[in-house]
């Protein structure tokens, strides 16, 4: 296996006195410089890359296999991943979706390898990407890099298929995973076994109604604002869900005439001492 170089660390290097000689130049002027210099650095050889150029030395890898043991072993050292390797995955292409679906699944590689060949896999094969994605969150019992990127694809661009995937697993799934799938769901309107299990956790499960509140404001179907408004006067109620509530509702078109008070309430003390 290719041991990983610092190429970051060689760049900064290379490049030093060059950006020092530049002196203060404003940010535009400072970015154009420097990926001059980078792409004039990319192309020159190094002897300590026996005399190859660094474009030149990933070049020579030339199958997926090589890139993705590649990719693993810099997460595993905690090098910097080199812009070049990903380039080079660009260059061979969709060819590389399955190893990249295998890395991206591996529970034993390297998380941030992982969320790295989960992001390449999304402009290679979007099809493979979404199965991997709603896998991922279905699984999830804690957050991390690929289950992050995992729900901000989904949330996104989930098809029918991944939010079924998601709906049929909600109530297996851990809840962490749950407040996912709901977090990635309220993105997709018009669903009512979306809508019931977002109201479900908002009316039985008192730790998460902030959080479902919220949700079911960007929703955007009207009959929540029932459930909203009944809990506006419940007795455990803090100031913080009281505000969540509100402004769900006013998400949903309507308004809340007045405003409760909650004195003892840490936030709402705050609050108040501001005014």
Known sequence: MIAPIDFSAMFRASVAEKLRV?????????????????????QTPDE?????????????????????????AYARENV????????RFDDLGAVCAPRLEALARNVEAPPIARAQAFDLLLGFDGERAMA?????VLAATQSG?????????????????????????YAGASE??????????????????IYTNMVDMFRNRPEKRAFAAKLLGRYGDARAVGPLRAALSLSDLTYFEYLEI????????????????????PDYEYLRGLN
């Open 132 to 136: 991997v994605a709603t896998d991922a």
């Open 22 to 42: 530049a002196g203060d130049i404003d940010e535009d002027a400072a970015e154009a410089l420097a990926e001059t210099l980078y792409a004039e650095w990319a």
């Open 176 to 193: 962490f995973a749950q407040m996912l799938i709901l977090e990635i769901l309220c993105n997709f309107s018009g669903d009512e076994h």
């Open 246 to 265: 509100r402004n769900a509702i006013e998400a949903l078109g309507e308004e809340v005439e007045g405003e409760r008070e909650f004195y003892g309430d």
């Open 145 to 169: 890099e690929l289950v992050e990127r995992a729900a901000e694809a989904l949330g996104e661009r989930a098809g029918t298929e991944a939010r079924e995937r998601l709906l049929a697993g």
């Open 80 to 87: 910097e991943i080199p812009e070049l390797l990903l380039e």
């Open 48 to 72: 300590r890359l026996n005399g190859l150029s660094p474009r030149a030395w990933f070049a020579r890898l030339a199958t997926p296999e090589a890139l993705t043991e590649l990719l693993t």
